[in-house]
T-cell receptor, first 115, second 112 residues
Framework: NAGVMQNPRHLVRRRGQEARLRCSPM?????VYWYRQLPEEGLKFMVY????????ESGMPKERFSAEFPKEGPSILRIQQVVRGDSAAYFC?????????????FGQGTRLTVV | GESVGLHLPTLSVQEGDNSIINCAYS??????FIWYKQESGKGPQFIID?????DKRQGQRVTVLLNKTVKHLSLQIAATQPGDSAVYFC???????????FGSGTKLNVKP
């Protein structure tokens, strides 16, 4: 039973380019969450998605950032026109359908470096 | 917004000693709490959880205590080992959406 798979593990982009981060949830999980982590800091919630629906995007920057979780395929976090301040580790987590006290399982993260 | 905070950013302990990592939360409506361990270069891993209707839960070498009166959570690690060196996060869940709020973390250094 594979865990949450994120790719790529490391991504280098030049300023102004686009970054696409992928997350395949655990089998049977229909909920996906994206978190961002700066060095020596905690995890900042970005967005919560179910299949084909964005449930909560209150943590997403209003510009350049978007996320999707299509019916088929992985969840994608897309950052357009990246800037140096976007450099961070981006973690994806997944969980089973919403229920009482269900933990989230994390992937290994994608480390984005903007040069 | 983020509502979980930690008292100690860094904790150094001697191998074999017990460790206590603390966490404060601000929302009395939080009903579920998890401690995660994050090793360098890896994603957070579940350690132990506790529901709001409990005040203590024990696992293997770890114990979580919940004090709802003062909105305080702690993680106790018995006989700390070098492999316990990591950053520890507490997280609270505010509703049934599985949306967790994380604190800034405590870095645990275990000295041999």
């Amino acid at each position: 039973n594979a865990g949450v798979m994120q790719n790529p593990r490391h991504l280098v982009r030049r300023r102004g380019q686009e970054a696409r981060l992928r997350c395949s949830p655990m089998k049977g999980h229909s909920h996906v969450y994206w978190y961002r982590q700066l060095p020596e800091e905690g995890l900042k919630f970005m967005v919560y998605l179910q299949k084909e629906n964005i449930i909560d995007e209150s943590g997403m920057p209003k510009e350049r950032f978007s996320a999707e979780f299509p019916k088929e395929g992985p969840s994608i976090l897309r950052i357009q026109q990246v800037v140096r301040g976007d450099s961070a580790a981006y973690f994806c987590a997944s969980s089973p359908p919403s229920g009482w006290n269900t933990e989230a399982f994390f992937g290994q993260g994608t480390r984005l470096t903007v040069v | 917004g983020e509502s979980v905070g930690l008292h100690l950013p860094t904790l150094s302990v001697q191998e074999g000693d017990n460790s206590i990592i603390n966490c404060a939360y601000s929302n009395s409506a939080s009903d579920y709490f998890i401690w995660y361990k994050q090793e360098s270069g890896k994603g957070p891993q579940f350690i132990i959880d506790i529901r709001s209707n409990m005040d203590k839960r024990q696992g293997q070498r770890v114990t979580v205590l919940l004090n709802k009166t003062v909105k305080h959570l702690s993680l106790q690690i018995a006989a700390t080992q070098p492999g316990d060196s990591a950053v520890y996060f507490c997280a609270e869940k505010l509703d049934n959406f599985n949306k967790f709020y994380f604190g800034s973390g405590t870095k645990l250094n275990v000295k041999p």
